[in-house]
């Protein structure tokens, strides 16, 4: 089996597929009788992965294993494709969101403490709902409260291997940094579910101060309902 043979394969399976897939499932791609070994993939990954050097589209390791997205500075031309506008979420959302990925695990009365305002439940079934975060166990106080941490999803989504690869905190002044790049859509015209690009509010996010805010401030979102944060 030739090395260009083997590429094409893998790129055909990346295209197809429409989502990431981990080394294992791409093996099961080859013929049985000449299935690569793991590192031997990883050469075809790593060449697959310069040849997109010079183009419009990258070889994206993440979490849930490898994909073919979008460079990111593509990313707002290419999201004219989608006619409906870009999802976005709230400020509070997005303030709960860091917290948890920053000082996982937490509860959320520890959330409120940072924030100055009580957590809107609907923001964290919201985030649940997406996957993007979960319960990782309960802490060991009165009424055992839940401790929060992110998912591998959570990784997925914003192009992540790891939670080392997030911004230090002393160099992310908004949390639009962490946008996620764009995955090229499945094949043969079919829609996705929602469009991938999303707009991110500029926030800046300082989890070591307990600043109060003004809950009247945090205006709902797509993702949140109307009714008001109550003060903490």
């Known amino acids: 089996m030739s090395e260009a043979y083997s590429r094409n394969l893998v790129e055909a399976a990346l295209l197809a597929a429409g989502r990431s897939l981990t080394l294992n499932e791409l093996v099961q791609v080859f013929d049985p009788l000449a299935r690569p070994q793991g590192e031997e993939l990883r050469e075809v990954l790593a060449t697959l992965a310069g040849e997109y050097e010079a183009r419009g589209i990258e070889l994206k390791e993440t979490a849930a294993g490898f994909r073919i997205q979008v460079k990111r500075d593509l990313a707002a031309e290419i999201s004219r494709l989608w006619s409906e506008r870009p999802q976005k979420y709230s400020r509070a959302l997005l303030e709960t969101l860091a917290l948890i990925a920053y000082r996982q695990p937490l509860t959320r009365a520890e959330i409120e403490a940072v924030r100055g305002v009580a957590v809107n439940p609907n923001i964290v079934k919201t ?68 469009p991938i690009a999303i707009e991110i509010a500029s926030i800046e996010i300082d989890v070591e101060v307990q600043a109060a805010e003004d809950p009247a401030a945090e205006q709902p979102a797509v993702d949140e309902p109307a009714a008001p944060e109550a003060s903490a």
């Open 127 to 194: 985030l649940l709902e997406r996957s993007w975060i979960r319960v990782v166990g309960h802490r060991d106080l009165p009424g055992h409260p839940e401790l929060l941490g992110t998912t591998r999803e959570f990784l997925d989504y914003f192009g992540l291997r790891s939670l080392d690869q997030l911004p230090p905190l002393a160099e992310i002044k908004a949390l639009s940094e962490l946008d996620p790049q764009l995955a090229l859509p499945p094949p043969l015209g079919a829609v996705l579910a929602e």
